[in-house]
C-alpha cells in the first residue's frame, strides 16, 4: 500500500482528540478536522495549520465530500457518537478512503463481547463487526479500503487527573486496592495513544484489517501505590475491596439500566485476581507499529508534579 500522507479525525475535539491530531502532526501528516454541524462542543482550539470541516453526520454525501482527498479517517468520537461511525465508513469507502481507524482506545472489544462490560460495549463491537464486513464485500469489487482497530488499555494520564485511576486518593492520601492489587492491567498516556495511531498510519500494510493492542506500560494498583508512596515520601493506608463485590454491584447497575457500571466493571476487567487484561509483549503492537514503550515513574511523577503533590 502506498503511504499515507492525509488525515481526516471525526470527533478531535474531546479529551483525545487534541493529543491525538497534536501527535499525527508531529508525524507529519496533513491534518483535517471534522466536526458535527451542530456540534455543541466548546473549546475546539484546533491547532491553525488543521482546517475544520463541519459536517451533518447523517449524511453519508456530505461526509464523503468532507473525506475526499484523504487517505485515512481516523475516528475519536465519544460514546454518543460510535454508531455515526456506520455512516462515516460508507462515505470513506465512496470516497475512496484507504484506511478506517474506528473509536475504540480502551479495553479490547474483540474480548469481551457477551459479558456485562461486553454489553455496554455493543455498539463499538456492532462497529468492528461492519468494518470486517465492509473489508469482505469490498476486498471483492478490488477496492483498497481498510481499518484498524487499537486498543490503548486506560488513559493513563487523562485517568489520574480525574480520578486517580480510582487508586489514589492525593486529597485524602489514601489508595482503594481491588483484591490483591497484584493483578497487572494496560495504559497509555494520551500522547502515546496518538503516537500510536501515527506508527499505524505508517505501516499500513502491517496493521491492515487487524485488531491490535498497545500501551504505555503494564502496570499493578500496588505498583501504583509504591511509586506514589516513594515519590511523594508518604504513606498511603490502603482499603481493600473485593472484586466479586464490585462486579455484583456493576450488573445491578446495568441491570437497571444505568450505564455508571461501566466505571465498576471495568475496575474488575483490569484488576480483578486472575483477569489476566494485561498487555504480555507477545501480544502487543508496539513493535509492529514502531512505538516504544514509555517510562511509568516519569508518568506518575509527571502527574504528582500537575497535582501540586512534588
Ligand atoms: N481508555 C480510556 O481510559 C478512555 C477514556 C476516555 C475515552 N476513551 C475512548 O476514547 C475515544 C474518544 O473519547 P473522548 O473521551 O475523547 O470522547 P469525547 O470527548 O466524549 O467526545 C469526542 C467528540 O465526539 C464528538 N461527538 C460527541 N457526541 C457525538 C455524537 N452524538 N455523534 C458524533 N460525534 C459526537 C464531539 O466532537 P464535535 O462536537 O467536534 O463533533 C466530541 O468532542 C472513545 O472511543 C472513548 O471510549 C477511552
Redesign the pocket.
Known amino acids: 500500500m502506498t503511504s499515507i500522507k492525509t488525515v481526516a479525525v471525526?470527533?478531535?475535539?474531546?479529551?483525545?482528540?487534541p493529543a491525538l491530531i497534536n501527535e499525527l502532526l508531529s508525524a507529519g501528516f496533513s491534518v483535517t478536522?471534522?466536526?458535527?454541524s451542530n456540534?455543541?462542543?466548546t473549546t475546539?482550539n484546533f491547532p491553525a495549520n488543521v482546517p475544520v470541516k463541519p459536517v451533518d453526520?447523517a449524511s453519508v454525501d456530505a461526509l464523503k465530500a468532507a473525506f475526499t482527498g484523504h487517505d485515512a479517517v481516523v475516528s475519536?468520537?465519544?460514546?454518543?457518537?460510535?454508531p455515526?461511525q456506520r455512516v462515516a465508513i460508507d462515505a470513506a469507502v465512496a470516497a475512496g478512503v484507504r484506511r478506517f481507524i474506528p473509536?475504540?482506545?480502551?479495553?479490547h472489544t474483540r474480548r469481551v463481547r457477551g459479558t456485562p462490560i461486553g454489553r455496554i460495549l455493543e455498539g463499538?463491537i456492532g462497529v468492528v463487526d461492519y468494518l470486517e464486513g465492509v473489508v469482505e464485500r469490498e476486498g471483492e469489487k478490488g477496492r483498497g479500503f481498510s481499518w484498524t482497530g487499537v486498543s490503548?488499555?486506560?488513559?493513563f494520564d487523562?485517568?489520574l487527573d480525574r480520578t486517580g485511576l480510582g487508586v489514589i486518593s492525593l486529597k485524602d492520601r489514601t489508595a482503594t486496592v481491588i483484591d490483591s492489587g497484584d493483578e497487572k492491567w494496560y495504559?497509555?498516556t494520551l500522547a502515546q495513544v496518538g503516537r500510536a495511531v501515527a506508527g499505524i498510519l505508517k505501516h499500513p500494510d502491517e496493521t491492515a484489517n487487524k485488531y491490535l493492542a498497545t500501551a504505555s506500560f503494564n502496570l499493578s494498583q500496588n505498583e501504583l501505590v509504591a511509586l506514589v508512596e516513594e515519590l511523594t515520601r508518604s504513606k498511603f493506608p490502603v482499603t481493600r475491596i473485593k472484586s466479586a463485590d464490585l462486579q455484583r454491584e456493576g450488573e445491578v447497575k446495568l441491570a437497571a439500566g444505568d450505564y455508571s457500571a461501566f466505571v465498576d466493571l471495568l475496575r474488575v476487567h483490569n484488576s480483578a485476581d486472575g483477569a489476566g487484561n494485561g498487555l504480555p509483549e507477545e501480544e502487543s503492537a508496539n513493535g509492529v507499529i514502531g512505538v516504544p514503550y514509555e517510562d511509568v515513574r516519569a508518568a506518575v511523577e509527571s502527574w504528582l508534579r500537575r497535582e501540586g503533590a512534588l
Open positions: 471525526l470527533g478531535g475535539s474531546g479529551n483525545l482528540g478536522a471534522v466536526t458535527r456540534s455543541d462542543s475546539p453526520y475519536v468520537v465519544g460514546a454518543p457518537g460510535v455515526a473509536s475504540e482506545f480502551g479495553i463499538k490503548t488499555g486506560l488513559f487523562w485517568g495504559a497509555s
